[in-house]
């Protein structure tokens, strides 16, 4: 079997604080790898004079396309982003028993918690490689969820940086998606508000370290890629590769990690509140190239999800409208509609819920009339 990032020695917890260690990200790879030419969109400009409206325009393609795209010049600084990291690396260090004291309800289809490696996959023999932690947001309805100690001891600094992620970049991209759709500003950001309940959550994830072999089984099983469940995913940094897209003409493409930036991607229910207009993305995870395969591939995200409050009713956009997208019962009001938080749920319930994972070519998950696949070659 080969090692696991959870092996080394784990810092010492006590009751009150963890000791974090600093982590810095590996060297890039330096294989010649068949990247994904994503645009890139600097957030500094956002308040600029037309800034936002020149911003939407290098956004169309991506969000209607491809569905990736790169920010950078966010406003947070990669010191802050190297403390998260730091913090997530200590987590996954810490022994299992303090990790699975606030495991992940998915039979209720809830992904606030721990996600262990313990899924089969298959019969392959291989385990899953990952483990994640998934920090709900810091508003009042979530104050009683379980806090491991390194969140606990750190919780004022994870929740500043929780909700400065969503100001500074998940709230500046739904104001541009909305200027491409022709509606006030605010719309979808209201739509996906930080202080209305709704399973957003940051997220500490590693891909422990596989062999070749382990990796080589667990692809012939399943090699397809996946679409994300909420509305934005926001990924940063971390250098080692093997993140791959789907392109629009259907090859497989990496993405490359750019210095500083976040990797950001559209999500289904963002393409049911525009009709498919916004191109939910194909991607998946892979082997990484030789020069990393040892080394654990850490990561930080963020996933931004609609809440209890918003249907998931296509969205009133001119834009929409014009292109013939809008159905008469899309445009009743009165039309009753799951919302946010019931789809993902669901749609969580459906994927995690289970100790094997089960091979999905050809299926699809249906939910109440919103369909998405759950695999694609």
């Known amino acids: 079997m080969a090692p696991s990032a959870t092996d080394t020695q784990p810092q010492t917890a006590t009751t009150d604080r963890v000791l974090v260690k600093p982590w810095s990200r590996p060297a890039p790879t330096s294989e010649d790898l068949d990247w994904a030419p994503l645009v890139k969109i600097d957030l500094s400009r956002f308040d600029e004079p037309g800034g936002k409206q020149e911003l939407a325009k290098q956004l169309y393609d991506a969000v209607t396309k491809v569905g990736f795209w790169v920010v950078v010049n966010s406003g947070i600084e990669d010191d802050r982003v190297l403390k998260q990291f730091s913090l997530g690396n200590t987590f996954f260090k810490e022994p299992l028993e303090e990790k699975s004291r606030f495991p992940c309800n998915f039979p209720k289809g809830e992904y606030f918690g721990y996600r262990d490696a313990s899924r089969w996959i298959g019969d392959t023999g291989v385990k899953e490689n990952i483990e994640m932690l998934n920090i709900p947001k810091a508003i009042p309805a979530y104050k009683d969820e379980g806090r491991h100690e390194i969140v606990k001891a750190h919780y004022d600094e994870i929740a500043k940086f929780h909700r400065d992620v969503w100001e500074k970049v998940a709230r500046k991209l739904f104001v541009l998606i909305a200027i491409i759709l022709e509606l006030p500003e605010n719309y979808l950001a209201d739509a996906h508000a930080y202080d209305e309940n709704s399973d957003d959550h940051l997220r500490y994830m590693i891909y422990n370290v596989r062999t070749q072999d382990e990796w080589d089984r667990a692809q012939a099983y399943s090699k397809g890629g996946h679409t994300d469940f909420g509305s ?25 990690p750019v210095e500083g930036g976040i990797t950001c991607n559209a999500a289904d229910t963002l ?30 995200l963020y996933f931004s999800r609609p809440g209890d409050k918003t249907p998931m009713k296509p ?63």
Request: charged share 30%.
């Open 271 to 300: 393409t049911f509140l525009t009709k498919g207009f916004v191109k939910s993305t194909v991607h998946r995870v892979v082997t990484p190239p030789k020069d990393q395969l040892n080394i654990p591939r850490l990561g930080l």
């Open 315 to 377: 969205v009133p956009s001119p834009l929409l409208e014009r292109l013939g997208l809008l159905t008469e019962e899309d445009k009743n009001d009165s039309t009753e509609a799951v919302t946010g938080t019931q789809y993902v749920r669901a749609r969580v319930k459906d994927v995690h819920d289970k100790k094997v994972l089960d091979k999905r070519e050809g299926t699809s998950f249906e939910f109440k009339g919103l369909k998405v696949q759950n695999y694609y070659e």
């Open 232 to 256: 934005l995913t926001l990924l940063f940094s971390q250098h080692v590769a093997g993140l791959q897209i789907r392109t629009p003409e259907g090859a497989w493409k990496w993405v490359k």
